[in-house]
């Protein structure tokens, strides 16, 4: 597959099985949100089995500390302002981080990419606020 989600580049993807065992839950602020900035979208929108959980994933930086973080949208589809540049705030809405983790999921990666080990996680969507 060919895709290039928000950088208009063509990269071949693959689906990778990730096991979230191998990093950390990130631990998010007290407020309601977190702000954040998208690096990059990998869209994986294939449908969710009861075998496999298809996931999004958006590399973001954190703009409270930093950080990078790993969001997996798991059986999601990609919001349009993940697609493009917006002029909006994108947010992870703390109610929307999943409290049940998957074991296993699947995204869809360039062959050679690999997410740190210890890197830290979240499993949700993102959330717009537009202007």
Same mark, same amino acid.
């Given at each position: 597959?060919?895709?290039?989600?928000?950088?208009?580049?063509?990269?071949?993807?693959?689906?990778?099985?990730?096991?979230?065992?191998? =990093?950390? !839950?990130?631990?998010?602020?007290?407020? +309601?949100?977190? @702000?954040?900035?998208? &690096? #990059?979208?990998?869209?994986?929108?294939?449908?969710?089995?009861?075998?496999?959980?298809?996931?999004?994933?958006?590399?973001?930086?954190?703009?409270?500390?930093?950080?990078?973080?790993?969001?997996?949208?798991?059986?999601?589809?990609?919001?349009? =302002?993940? !697609?493009?540049?917006?002029?909006?705030? +994108?947010?992870? @809405?703390?109610?929307? &981080? #999943?409290?049940?983790?998957?074991?296993?999921?699947?995204?869809?990666?360039?062959?050679?990419?690999?997410?740190?080990?210890?890197?830290?996680?979240?499993?949700?969507?993102?959330?717009?606020?537009?202007?």
């Amino acid at each position: 597959m060919i895709s290039g989600c928000s950088n208009h580049d063509s990269v071949r993807l693959s689906k990778q099985r990730i096991h979230l065992s191998n =990093f950390k !839950k990130a631990i998010l602020g007290t407020g +309601i949100t977190t @702000d954040i900035s998208i &690096i #990059k979208t990998y869209a994986n929108e294939d449908p969710c089995t009861a075998n496999e959980l298809n996931s999004n994933l958006y590399i973001c930086k954190s703009y409270e500390n930093n950080d990078t973080l790993y969001v997996f949208d798991v059986c999601g589809k990609v919001p349009y =302002f993940a !697609k493009k540049k917006v002029d909006a705030t +994108i947010v992870i @809405d703390h109610e929307k &981080i #999943k409290s049940n983790i998957p074991q296993e999921i699947i995204i869809k990666v360039p062959e050679t990419f690999s997410i740190p080990k210890n890197s830290k996680y979240v499993v949700s969507s993102l959330t717009s606020l537009e202007y």
